[in-house]
Each structure stands twice: as structure tokens, then as C-alpha cells.
């Protein structure tokens, strides 16, 4: 595994920016409309770097129009970069725009699913807002993914099952899509005959892969609402704590959404290819919690933040997500972590949420945050 870049090299490139005039810029998918808005709030230029093809999002429905005064009257994406691949922005050439236009990136779960995550941490030589030595962690193949870290801070997860005999209760196999790799090619069993009935189900039906199944990761399912806690941690914050909840999301998940909504009768009908259902999530929607849960959530952060700091030095800044599921006795679990924006804040575009609203007396959306801080980190130089 390569090194990762050093951050001093970082800050020497930062120093040579005009502090008037930062950019950011993000893959132009995931969270990046929320980027770009956030950005568009605190007036700061903003870049969505696309892929020929997949570019009409950011390039025609969502980019900016301004009148004659130069205001804002329609839309939130400065420039929309259009490349062959999102992977052509580790090219030197594109590294060295980046840098000509003063610009701070911005790490979404599609800038290291569509690049090579090798290259992000030695190679690309541009500044990132964000915990670039984290990144990793994302990857459940890795030694010291997000489940060493949680386990080191003494965090609640999800019981793991070394192997598929040992399934004795529900539980769920987490590994990728066969043929869409970036999506989940997960399926839940609760015996070692279902598991070995529906793995080769999957397999013959193309979703998942055997040589996956080696590598997938087994555990125990959690029977209980998702919430996934978008939180921030600011090493600038002056005036009040430096963790924020922003807001909270639940996802939609394709087909598993399509088969709750159905009776039970009209399920047991259903065609061979769609008995066991996929969990591709598809969108977001807006959540919030009881209020004597918050303090366990906001525990939560603080532990993992503790964690991060004494094993990623510097640790996380900025925005992060801890992906959680409730019990029946209001017991959290970690399931899943991203140490970077999480998926669901689009939810938050233009209106906020009403935590992160509540916290600041305005709209505030991640993207705007993160762009909150970028600009206090420039005028304090």
C-alpha cells in the first residue's frame, strides 16, 4: 500500500492559493448537487467534475444562470468539467487545473469508488477538504476498515459470523453486485442451508459473484429503523462545540423497498429472479429522532472522533456519517461508516434540516457547512 501524500506538501500548495478566490470542486454524482448549492450559499465558486455522458445534471439542469449584475438567478454549478471518465481527474494535466483554479476537493463515495484509491492517497496532488488517510477505511476487504476503528473506540456493531455454519439466527451477507459493481450485492439468511440455497440462487442469477462470497463479511441483522447521523467536526469552531449534527436520513432501497410494500400473499408470487430482493439504494428521506436518543447519538461521535484522532492523525474534519440501525431496546449499532459526506444529504439541499437549522438559526445543508468552514479557514488564514 502506497504512502499517503504528505499533508505538509498539502499546505505548501494552499499557500499558494489567493484566499479570495477558492474553488471547490467534487465528482459530479453522490452528494455533489449538495456540495455545489452549500457552496452557492457562502458565495464560493464551485467546479462538478462530470463524466461524458453523464453531465446533463450539472451541466444544463443545475448550473448556475446569473443576470446582468453577475447575481444568482437560477441553479447552483458554476462549471461543469466534462471528462471521458471521472478517473481522468487523477491525470497530472487535470491536477494542475485543479491547482491553477485555487481549488479545495471535496471527497464523495463516488470519487473513491470511480478512482483508483491508490492514487488518491500518493498521487493526486491536489487539497482536499477532508480526512484523505481515512478514505480507506470505506473498503471492508481492508485490515483496518471501519470495523477495526469501531472496535477500537468501543463501539456498538453488529455481531460478526466467521463463517456461513455458524449462521444461527437472521442475519446478512455484505458483499458487491456482480455486474454493478459500486452497488450491494447483499441477501439475508438465517440457517446455513438458506445461505447456501440463496448464494447459489444469486450466483445463477447473475447479482453476485462466488469468488465475492470469500471475502463477503456475515452478521448478525438488526431488527430496527435506519438512521444515518450526518454529523461535522470542526478543528476551527470558535464559538460552541466542534461537533455538529446536521441531519438525519434513512434510505430508499431497490427492489427490497418494492417487496415491503407488497402483502405477503402477492410476495410468494413473485418470479424466481425477484423472490430475494436487491438493496441498490435509490434515494434519501428526512428523519429525526426521539429526543433522548440524541445524546447516545451525539456519544457516539464524540468516541469515534476520539478513535480517529489517535489512529488517522489528524483524524476527521469535516463532514462524516455513521450509518446506524435502532433496536427494540434503543440500543444503537454501527453498521456502516463514511468518513467523508455522506449519500443522503441532497435531502438537505436549499432548505437544511431542522437540526443543523436549529444549530445555526438558518438553512443549513452539509454542503453549506462545509463550505462555512472552508470560508472561516481562509479569513484566518
Not at 96 to 111: A, G, I, K, M, Q
Not at 226 to 254: A, K, M, T
Not at 306 to 315: I, N, Q, S, T, W
Amino acid at each position: 500500500m502506497p504512502s499517503v501524500l504528505d499533508p505538509e506538501a498539502m499546505k505548501e500548495t494552499v499557500r499558494g492559493y489567493q484566499a479570495s478566490d477558492i474553488k471547490l470542486a467534487a465528482i459530479a454524482s453522490h452528494s455533489c448537487l449538495d456540495i455545489c448549492d452549500g457552496a452557492a450559499d457562502e458565495g464560493l465558486p464551485n467546479i462538478a467534475v462530470c463524466e461524458r455522458g453523464r453531465e446533463s445534471t450539472y451541466a444544463r439542469y443545475f448550473r448556475t444562470v446569473r443576470d446582468d449584475a453577475h447575481g444568482r438567478l437560477r441553479g447552483c454549478v458554476d462549471e461543469a468539467w466534462v471528462l471521458n471518465r471521472f478517473a481522468d481527474i487523477l491525470d497530472e494535466k487535470q491536477q494542475e487545473r485543479l491547482r491553477d483554479e485555487n481549488v479545495l476537493f471535496v471527497p464523495n463515495r463516488s470519487f473513491t469508488s470511480y478512482c483508483d484509491l491508490d492514487a488518491i492517497e500518493s498521487q493526486f496532488r491536489v487539497p482536499m477538504v477532508g480526512s484523505r488517510n481515512m478514505l480507506r477505511m470505506e473498503e471492508r476487504e481492508e485490515e483496518k476498515d471501519y470495523y477495526w476503528l469501531l472496535d477500537k473506540a468501543g463501539l456498538p456493531y453488529p455481531d460478526p459470523i466467521e463463517h456461513p455454519n455458524d449462521i444461527d439466527e437472521l442475519s446478512i451477507v455484505k458483499l458487491h453486485h456482480a455486474e454493478k459493481r459500486l452497488e450491494r450485492g447483499f441477501f439475508t439468511a438465517a440457517t446455513p442451508e438458506e445461505y447456501e440455497q440463496k448464494s447459489q440462487e444469486l450466483i445463477q442469477q447473475g447479482v453476485i459473484r462466488e469468488d465475492d462470497l470469500d471475502h463477503a463479511r456475515i452478521e448478525r441483522y438488526i431488527v430496527g429503523p435506519v438512521f444515518n447521523l450526518n454529523f461535522f467536526h470542526s478543528p476551527l469552531e470558535l464559538y460552541g462545540e466542534s461537533l455538529d449534527l446536521l441531519g438525519i436520513d434513512w434510505r430508499f432501497e431497490s427492489s427490497l423497498d418494492g417487496h415491503v410494500r407488497l402483502p405477503a400473499p402477492q410476495q410468494m408470487t413473485l418470479p424466481e429472479h425477484q423472490i430475494v430482493p436487491e438493496m441498490t439504494v435509490t434515494g434519501h428521506a428526512s428523519a429525526t429522532l426521539r429526543e433522548s436518543l440524541l445524546d447516545d447519538a451525539f456519544q457516539l461521535a464524540e468516541k469515534f472522533i476520539k478513535a480517529a484522532k489517535e489512529h488517522y492523525d489528524p483524524g476527521i474534519i469535516g463532514p462524516f456519517c455513521l450509518q446506524t440501525c435502532v433496536d427494540k431496546d434503543l440500543n444503537f449499532y454501527i453498521y456502516d461508516v463514511a468518513p467523508r459526506v455522506g449519500g443522503g444529504t441532497n435531502i438537505h439541499l436549499s432548505q437544511g434540516h431542522p437540526y443543523g437549522n436549529t444549530l445555526f438559526r438558518t438553512p443549513m445543508s452539509t454542503g453549506r457547512r462545509l463550505a462555512l468552514e472552508v470560508r472561516a479557514a481562509a479569513q484566518r488564514d
